[in-house]
């Protein structure tokens, strides 16, 4: 359809020379879809934009470049309204473009010009802590994200920014000592609930115990300096964080793998280095015995300059030098063109002040862009931070049990069970705006009826069984005449420009919205045109809009991380 609009907008270019002279060539037509169906299915507002510089009235223009354009059957047009060019696309065109989703295994969606090497950075949990709610938006939106980005042709690194460094690790490793647990086996065999459990019991003697918080500070520098056992305890509590969190995004379908994790652990033995290189370039500053930088344009409430905190007054780094290692490490060594930061919006001044840090280091180059997509608050019926009922963080398992519990009262089958509940709790979250916070309202998100993943999915599936009744090797596009054939047929198009929006804005909501719209398309179709029952030329286009509605429907629903099920 991308060369059919082409060709349209040329010819209104045409008319517009036609009309009233050189002097107005190559303005662009700009064709937008049509706000409400009956104004076709494009529109431009090119005769009121084209109103001032002529001194001509709106419809006036209009009227004159409707009767001098020739849209080459592409198309009708008609003015309307204060001087706008409806356009509606012809039946032929409209079964062209669903003809040519079959000889397109990527569905029109057309490799970008330029290529990035892009780096998503997502979900981010702690070793030996429990994934909370707070990392489902973080994991289903870089998952998202990772996709299309790669369906939209980039080459794209997954990165999970473990928290596998710092100072808790003294604590949990004096723990482990004290209670006489020196196999690192043993160790690594720890289940999600024993880390917890460990932790818990090494924060109340870190709290409670002098002596105790002594000897795990003194067991962090043992860590830093890599001292044997110290780092064999280390390694054993990461490899048994790192099996449960393969776990849980093994249960919600995200394509993270142990290749992806990238934890703060790898960039300590730099973050000396980024100290001393800060202060040789003079932007380096002393601050209440802290090493700071104050980036240009960041002030507090009180209009004072806002430090960046390299290296803390005990000497300790802050997350600040971690993360600017970070971005020298994927700008040098991964070579990278642009970078997704997919983290809690409460993180944006901290990142906006890292990336100017980095630029005026000169470890950020103009030329690689990077993006904090900040994220708003998972909400619980109260309008509040989802919490449990004794008010502690709901973790990610439990929050998946739920969902579980609430599709198997609909479904049977482990399977399906899981693809729903998956669904449910990936569209909800996705189907926002990022920003924004959201409510967790199992009830709706877990309906086949309304804007839910469980209704696209079953949208899949009614399509699916259609075609099994049918079943054939290949389809064969013909005319769609039916009004319901077309609007179904015009929904299909959509599919490329949407992909192509969501890889530049980086906001799944338009792919969900979009997806939405086909499916309640597809409904409209099957209600209004039998598909087994036709015969000859209209059974073949009516089995091929649902075969390419079928295959828009699985590969939009694989972007948002979410299983197309043929039953149901």
């Known amino acids: 359809m991308h060369q059919h609009t082409l060709a349209l907008s040329a010819h209104l270019q045409d008319a517009v020379v036609t009309c009233f002279g050189d002097t107005y060539a190559g303005i662009d037509p700009e064709l937008r879809p049509a706000t409400r169906r009956e104004f076709g299915h494009l529109q431009s507002n090119l005769p009121l934009r084209l109103a001032g510089p002529l001194g001509l009235p709106p419809r006036e223009i209009g009227a004159r470049l409707i009767d001098a354009v020739d849209p080459g059957g592409l198309a009708t047009l008609e003015l309307a309204g204060a001087g706008f060019i409806n356009i509606t696309w012809s039946p032929d065109v409209l079964g062209a473009a669903v003809g040519d989703l079959f000889t397109d295994p990527h569905l029109g969606v057309r490799t970008p010009e330029t290529r990035?090497?892009?780096?998503?950075?997502?979900?981010?949990?702690?070793?030996?802590?429990?994934?909370?709610?707070?990392?489902?938006?973080?994991?289903?939106?870089?998952?998202?994200?990772?996709?299309?980005?790669?369906y939209a042709g980039h080459e794209v690194v997954r990165q999970n920014h473990l928290g596998d460094w710092g100072t808790q690790f003294g604590m949990l490793v004096e723990e482990l000592l004290g209670e006489g647990l020196r196999d690192p086996a043993a160790v690594s065999g720890l289940d999600m609930a024993e880390l917890l459990a460990l932790y818990q019991r090494a924060k109340a003697r870190f709290d409670d115990d002098p002596g105790f918080a002594d000897s795990a500070r003194r067991r962090v520098v043992a860590l830093q300096s890599g001292e044997p056992t110290t780092l064999a305890l280390w390694q054993a509590l990461v490899d048994a964080s790192m099996a449960e969190f393969d776990a849980v995004y093994g249960r919600l379908g995200v394509l993270l793998t142990g290749d992806d994790f990238d934890g703060e652990s790898r960039y300590n033995p730099q973050l000396p280095g980024i100290v001393d290189d800060l202060r040789t370039s003079g932007l380096l500053t002393e601050s209440a015995g802290a090493q700071v930088v104050y980036p240009d344009g960041f002030t507090g409430r009180d209009g004072a300059a806002l430090p960046l905190i390299v290296r803390k007054a005990d000497g300790g780094f802050g997350y600040a030098a971690t993360d600017l290692a970070t971005i020298r490490h994927r700008v040098d060594d991964l070579a990278v063109d642009r970078v997704v930061y997919v983290v809690d919006h409460r993180q944006s001044q901290h990142f906006d002040m890292v990336f100017a840090v980095a630029r005026a280091a000169g470890w950020l180059p103009e030329s690689v862009e990077v993006q904090h997509i900040g994220f708003g608050t998972v909400l619980g019926p109260d309008g509040r931070p989802f919490k449990t009922r004794s008010g502690e963080t709901v973790t990610l398992t439990a929050l998946l049990d739920a969902a579980e519990e609430a599709a198997a009262a609909s479904y049977a089958g482990p399977e399906v069970v899981r693809a729903v509940a998956n669904a449910a709790v990936k569209y909800a979250d996705l189907s926002n705006h990022l920003a924004r916070d959201y409510v967790f309202d199992l009830a709706r998100m877990s309906a086949t009826t309304g804007e839910t993943g469980p209704y696209l999915q079953y949208a899949h599936a009614r399509v699916s069984s259609i075609l099994a009744q049918a079943p054939q090797q290949a389809y064969a596009v013909g005319t769609p005449s039916h009004p319901a054939e077309q609007r179904l047929a015009l929904e299909l198009t959509g599919f490329a420009p949407v992909v192509a929006k969501v890889a530049d804005t980086l906001e799944p909501h338009h792919l969900t919205a979009y997806l939405y719209g086909l499916a309640t398309a597809l409904t409209g179709f099957y209600e209004s045109c039998p598909v087994l029952k036709a015969e000859g030329e209209v059974r073949q286009t009516r089995l091929a809009l649902c075969e390419a509605t079928r295959r828009v429907l699985s590969a939009g629903l694989g972007l948002l991380g979410i299983e197309a099920p043929r039953r149901m």
């Open 116 to 150: 990035q090497r892009v780096v998503v950075d997502y979900s981010s949990p702690n070793v030996a802590k429990q994934m909370h709610v707070g990392h489902l938006r973080s994991t289903v939106i870089g998952d998202s994200l990772a996709r299309v980005l790669t």
